[in-house]
Structures are given as structure tokens and as C-alpha cells.
């Protein structure tokens, strides 16, 4: 009888407590199965384009991120995209990328009327390599006219982890600059929001946003909510002024912190009759681990 016990006792071991001690050391460390598996993703400011201009975005993949230097990277999967002001993808390339090279995606816009405007931002998805080390990628953003490749902007913001400072939260103000007659100033903010550990859908930015004129009274203000992935967009036109006097603004984007969304902003001047940008003033590349 105590045999007869003893060898089912085993079986039920083997059978039951052995599969379910498997999985609990699968289980067991979320941190070292999340690096192995989460891509590393750069989501960068909102930036305009009009009529006749190309969108290109560059991934120069310098090293990997964990400062193994005996341990060269393998090649690393990359996504790379362009969003619009819904989040819907305008452009995509998936690619096998090597260190020390660099990559592209181009869009160029289509179906715009003369001097209309179209607000897009980039993204680029990095996938560990078959060691689970991530690539670390600079990511970078130019608006050029399609027919002469001049640049009109570039965004090549630094690098930033999400939520590093108290400021990645409360949002950004920028310094002071100067319209001419028949500018536009225009600021964007995009709202990037991980899903919570609840698994629920991430919830939307509360934001603030503001352009300012030189003595401190609002020109523009817009409180509202933002949907992840989405940019809104506020603007403030110069109008017809007299030759060589400038107007002076600043612009500020913030947020509720309870929130838990991030913003990402962006600052440009262009002008009305054309639509085409002289300046921009780009946030913050903002990077972040995985929710591909």
C-alpha cells in the first residue's frame, strides 16, 4: 500500500507541481523576460509639412544599449514609421540593421492644397538582437523640397528616457522668438501613453497649451484631453506688419501629472502664403521599452 502511494505520489509530482514549477520560473522574473522580448521604441516631436516637401527619417544604429562592449550587437530588427495627427501610419519599412550604418524612410505628402499643412511625427521600433541586447539608435527628422533636396527643418532632438525628470511630465516651455509679417507660429503636442500594468488602454493627456506674446498675455490658449497617439495643434498668425518689425511670442505645453501620458512638443514658424517652414523648435526624442 505505502509503494502504491509513494509511486502515485511521484506521478502526481511529475504531473502537476513539476509543469506549474516551469512556468512559475518562466514567470518567476517579469524584468529578465521583458529585456529578452521588449523592443525599445523613440517616438519624436510633431513637425509640418506642406505641398511639394518630403519627410525623412534617419535610425543610425551606434552601439547596443547595455554597454556590453565585449560583446559586439547582432543584427537588430528596426520598424520605422510616420504617424499622422490620428496615429494612423502614413509610411512604414521593417529592416535588418548592423552598427555603425545608417537607414531611412521617406513620405512625401500627397492630395494638400497650396499653403495647407499636415502634422506627422516619426517612430522607430527596435527589437533586441538574438542576445536580447537592444540596439541604440539616433534617431533624426528633416523636412526637404522634394524637387531641389533643400532642407527646410531638421529635428534632431536628444535622446531622452520617458519620465527621467519631473519636467518629462509637466511638459516644456520654450524661449522667446520673433515673427515677421505673414508668419504663422504653430505648436504641437503629442500625447504618448503606455498601457498600464492594469493591462486597461492607456488613458488620454490632460494638456495645456499656450502661445504667448512677448509682455506675457495670451495670444492662443487650448485646454483639453489628447488621445494617445494623437497630436493637437494650436496657432497664432502675424498678420500683415510693416517691414523689419518682428512680433515676439513664447509657447508653453503642459499636463496633468495623474494623467500618466507624456507629451512630446514641438514649436514651428512658416509662412502663410506658402506654407513652408523656416524654423522649428523641436522637444525631446523620447524613448521608452516595449507596447509594440
Known amino acids: ?11 502526481f509530482l511529475r504531473a502537476t507541481l513539476l509543469p506549474a514549477l516551469g512556468l512559475a520560473l518562466v ?6 523576460a521583458r529585456a529578452q522580448i521588449d523592443p525599445l521604441r523613440y517616438h519624436s516631436a510633431a513637425v509640418s509639412v506642406t505641398d511639394g516637401q518630403t519627410a525623412r527619417l534617419h535610425a543610425y544604429f551606434v552601439e547596443a544599449d547595455d554597454g556590453r562592449a565585449e560583446l559586439p550587437p547582432g543584427p537588430c530588427r ?12 502614413l509610411a512604414t519599412t521593417q529592416l535588418e540593421h548592423v552598427p555603425g550604418r545608417d537607414t531611412l524612410l521617406d513620405y512625401q505628402t500627397r492630395d494638400l492644397r497650396p499653403g495647407e499643412r499636415a ?22 527628422v528633416e523636412v526637404f523640397d522634394t524637387r531641389t533636396g533643400r532642407t527646410a527643418v531638421a529635428d534632431a532632438g536628444q535622446v531622452r528616457p520617458m519620465h527621467d525628470t519631473p519636467e518629462a511630465d509637466g511638459g516644456h516651455r520654450f524661449g522667446t522668438v520673433g515673427l515677421i509679417s505673414r508668419q504663422v ?8 501613453a503606455p498601457p498600464g500594468d492594469t493591462g486597461l488602454p492607456p488613458g488620454p493627456c490632460n494638456v495645456h497649451l499656450a502661445l504667448v506674446s512677448g509682455n506675457g498675455a495670451p495670444l492662443v490658449t487650448h485646454d483639453g484631453e489628447v488621445a494617445p497617439g494623437e497630436t493637437v495643434s494650436i496657432e497664432f498668425a502675424a498678420g500683415a506688419m510693416v517691414e523689419g518689425i518682428r512680433r515676439r511670442l513664447w509657447a508653453e505645453a503642459s499636463q496633468v501629472r495623474a494623467a500618466g501620458g507624456f507629451l512630446t512638443t514641438s514649436l514651428e514658424i512658416y509662412d502663410e502664403s506658402t506654407g513652408q517652414s523656416s524654423m522649428l523648435l523641436p522637444g525631446d ?7 509594440e
Do not use: H, K, Y
Request: charged share 15%; proline share 6%.
Open 78 to 89: 528596426l520598424t520605422l514609421r510616420f504617424l499622422d495627427a490620428r496615429g494612423g501610419v
Open 1 to 11: 500500500m505505502s509503494r502504491f502511494v509513494s509511486m502515485s505520489l511521484s506521478r
Open 119 to 140: 502634422a506627422l511625427r516619426a517612430e522607430i521600433v527596435a527589437f533586441p538582437d538574438a542576445n536580447g541586447r537592444a540596439p541604440r539608435v539616433i534617431p533624426s
Open 285 to 291: 526624442i523620447v524613448q521608452s521599452w516595449g507596447w
Open 185 to 192: 507660429a504653430r505648436l504641437n503636442a503629442t500625447c504618448i
Open 27 to 32: 514567470l518567476g522574473a517579469p524584468g529578465a
